[in-house]
C-alpha cells in the first residue's frame, strides 16, 4: 500500500468521523433543548401542583378555623346549659327540702288525728255508755 492511499483512507475516515462527531454535537443540542423544555415544563406543573396544594390547604385551614369556631361556640354553649343544669338541680334541691318538710307536717298531722280519732272514739263509748243509762 501506498502512503498516498493509507493518507486518503486516513482522511476518509477522519471526514466520517468529524461528520458522525457533528451529527452528534448536533443530536447533542437537541437533546439538549429537549431536556430543557421538559423541565420547564416539569417546573410548571410542579408550581400549579403547588398552587393547587397551597388552595388545598387554605381552604383546610379556614375549614378547621370554621369547625374550631363552631366547636368553640358549642363549648360555650355546653357550658351555659350546664350552668342552667346546675340551677334546676339546686330547685330541684330546694323543692325536695320542702317537700320533705310538707311530709313531716302531714305526719305530725296525721298522728294529731289519730289522737282526734281515739278521743273521739272515747267520747263516742262514753256517750254510749250515757245515752244507756239515761234510756234505762
Not at 466520517?16 to 433543548?33: F, P, Y
Request: proline share 0%; no cysteine; net charge negative.
Amino acid at each position: 500500500m501506498s502512503l498516498e492511499f493509507r493518507v486518503e483512507r486516513l482522511e476518509s475516515h477522519f471526514e466520517s468521523l468529524d461528520n458522525a462527531v457533528h451529527r452528534l454535537i448536533e443530536i447533542t443540542g437537541e437533546t439538549q433543548k429537549i431536556v430543557l423544555e421538559n423541565q420547564r415544563e416539569t417546573r410548571l406543573m410542579f408550581e400549579r401542583q403547588d398552587r393547587k396544594i397551597e388552595a388545598y390547604q387554605s381552604e383546610n385551614r379556614k375549614r378547621f378555623d370554621q369547625h374550631d369556631k363552631r366547636f368553640d361556640q358549642h363549648d360555650k354553649r355546653f357550658d351555659q346549659h350546664d350552668k342552667r343544669f346546675d340551677q334546676l338541680d339546686k330547685r330541684l334541691d330546694q323543692h325536695d327540702e320542702r317537700f320533705d318538710q310538707l311530709d313531716k307536717r302531714l305526719d305530725q298531722h296525721d298522728k294529731r288525728f289519730d289522737q282526734h280519732d281515739e278521743r273521739f272514739d272515747k267520747i263516742e263509748k262514753t256517750l254510749a255508755i250515757i245515752v244507756n243509762h239515761v234510756q234505762k
